[in-house]
Nanobody, 122 residues
Framework: QVQLVESGGGLVQAGGSLRLSCAASGRSFSSPVMGWFRQAPGKEREFVGYTIWSGSNTLYTDSVKGRFTISRDNAKNTVYLQMNSLKLEDTAVYYC???????????????WGQGTQVTVSS
């Protein structure tokens, strides 16, 4: 039903900013929730935040709250992750995901992108 493609990753210095995009295709009445996850080397996949296509509902994990912002462009079927004040520990592969309900665990999401690498340097 849904294909997700992430973009916007790269190398950034600590304290800098980066904006990730997740373009969705094949959408109809499916997947009202879009989530962001990340996975650092040697660690499990970690919830970052989610947004609902309609309305203004968003939720962030404490480690990124106040620094990261999720936004949407419904006309383009695209969700964004704006990352500010980046830290070394933000280095990870970032994934977007689509699901039918809001959840903080990967199992709550049915569709996944392939990920985009974000590397924060000192």
């Amino acid at each position: 039903q849904v294909q997700l493609v992430e973009s916007g990753g790269g190398l950034v210095q600590a304290g800098g900013s980066l904006r990730l995009s997740c373009a969705a295709s094949g959408r109809s009445f499916s997947s009202p929730v879009m989530g962001w996850f990340r996975q650092a080397p040697g660690k499990e996949r970690e919830f970052v935040g989610y947004t609902i296509w309609s309305g203004s509902n968003t939720l962030y994990t404490d480690s990124v709250k106040g620094r990261f912002t999720i936004s949407r462009d419904n006309a383009k079927n695209t969700v964004y992750l704006q990352m500010n004040s980046l830290k070394l520990e933000d280095t990870a592969v970032y994934y977007c995901a689509a699901g039918s309900w809001a959840g903080v665990r990967p199992t709550a999401y049915r569709y996944w992108g392939q990920g985009t690498q974000v590397t924060v340097s000192s």
